[in-house]
């Protein structure tokens, strides 16, 4: 069965403009490799745009979007403790720790910082999902978030900036070292200069 080259080219299209796939002339398209160098540049854009967000949605925010942050974070640490490690579960998990960071950075008020945002995202969990294996240890990913989400409800936007750049890094870290072959010991976390 022939697909139609139209909406084949345009979805391939689509893709190179997420990141997530590239296109050379006389090579046609490929999905994009995995690399340590691609993951910190992620990082790096996501803690730029994602700090920036929170400021912005700190300002702003009202009751809903608290009221919001309350409920991701409790979905997201009901997960982390609870989940296991088939797919379906994984796949729960990382909706709820999405919609998490959805929720944080949803009052800023900028649908282009939004759209950014969840591209960069898509991009980053493209690691986590092959590595969903490996993880970081349960309560790090709860006190992380938990601590994120504590600064924006206290209207702290330096310190709710500082935990969701950190995070962002101490992420990025680990699947860089899982990517380079590296096993962490259980309960150790990463150094911030593993992608420097």
Same mark, same amino acid.
């Given at each position: ?5 139209q909406? &084949?080219? $345009?979805? =391939?299209s689509r893709l190179? +403009?997420?990141?997530? *796939?590239?296109?050379?002339s006389?090579?046609g398209?490929?999905?994009?490799g995995l ?12 803690t730029?745009?994602e700090t920036?967000?929170i400021?912005?949605?700190?300002e ?5 979007w608290?009221?919001?942050i309350?409920?991701?974070l409790?979905a997201l640490?009901a ?9 379906a579960?994984?796949?729960?998990w990382?909706?709820?720790h999405?919609? &998490?960071? $959805?929720t =944080?950075l949803?009052?800023? +008020?900028?649908?282009r *910082?939004?759209?950014t945002?969840?591209q ?5 969990n ?5 590595f ?7 309560q ?9 989400a ?15 750049g950190?995070h962002?890094?101490?992420t990025s870290?680990f699947y ?12 150790s976390?990463?150094?911030?200069s593993a992608?420097?």
């Amino acid at each position: 069965m022939d697909l139609p080259e139209q909406p &084949f080219r $345009e979805a =391939l299209s689509r893709l190179v +403009g997420e990141g997530l *796939v590239t296109f050379e002339s006389n090579k046609g398209y490929r999905v994009r490799g995995l690399s340590k160098e691609d993951l910190a540049d992620i990082a790096y854009m996501r803690t730029a745009v994602e700090t920036f967000a929170i400021r912005t949605a700190i300002e702003r925010g009202g009751m809903e979007w608290e009221s919001g942050i309350v409920g991701s974070l409790h979905a997201l640490v009901a997960l982390t403790e609870d989940t296991a490690t088939d797919r379906a579960s994984l796949d729960a998990w990382n909706v709820a720790h999405d919609r &998490f960071h $959805e929720t =944080l950075l949803s009052a800023c +008020g900028s649908s282009r *910082v939004f759209e950014t945002q969840r591209q960069l995202a898509e991009q980053h969990n493209r690691y986590r999902r092959i590595f969903m294996g490996d993880n970081l240890p349960r309560q790090l990913i709860i006190d992380e978030h938990r601590n994120i989400a504590e600064a924006a409800l206290a209207r702290d936007a330096d310190r709710a900036a500082a935990l969701l750049g950190r995070h962002m890094v101490v992420t990025s870290c680990f699947y860089a070292k899982v990517l380079a072959g590296e096993k962490l010991a259980p309960g150790s976390e990463p150094a911030s200069s593993a992608l420097e």
